[in-house]
Nanobody, 121 residues
Framework: QVQLVESGGGLVQPGGSLRLSCAAS????????MGWYRQAPGKERDMVAR???????NYADSVKGRFTISRDNAKNTVYLQMNSLKPEDTAVYYC???????????????WGQGTQVTVSS
């Protein structure tokens, strides 16, 4: 069964950097767009950044110029490089991918388990 596994969250001081990774695995599949979302306590889950399988990207206004999304199609992995982190970036970050599962013959929207990012001094 296809799954997304995230890594790279943690505690960082304001102005610091973190890099999140998310790898898809399990069975035979193809991936369309991939992205990162985040959810702070008491708030809705919002899009942070997305990247198509062709490499086109879009970002939330709040992270433009600070965050960079990239992907390695050979490794089925998407990354989020986060620089100049602010306390308001504190949230659980979720990986998302549109995946066609060749084994089951279905296309679904998959989510990772989430990784906590805390920006605090």
């Amino acid at each position: 069964q296809v799954q997304l596994v995230e890594s790279g969250g943690g505690l960082v001081q304001p102005g610091g950097s973190l890099r999140l990774s998310c790898a898809a695995s399990g069975g035979s599949f193809s991936i369309n767009a991939m992205g990162w979302y985040r959810q702070a306590p008491g708030k809705e889950r919002d899009m942070v950044a997305r990247i198509t399988n062709g490499g086109s990207t879009n970002y939330a206004d709040s992270v433009k110029g600070r965050f960079t999304i990239s992907r390695d199609n050979a490794k089925n992995t998407v990354y989020l490089q986060m620089n100049s982190l602010k306390p308001e970036d504190t949230a659980v970050y979720y990986c998302n991918a549109g995946i066609y599962d060749y084994v089951r013959g279905v296309r679904n929207n998959y989510w990772g388990q989430g990784t906590q990012v805390t920006v605090s001094s």
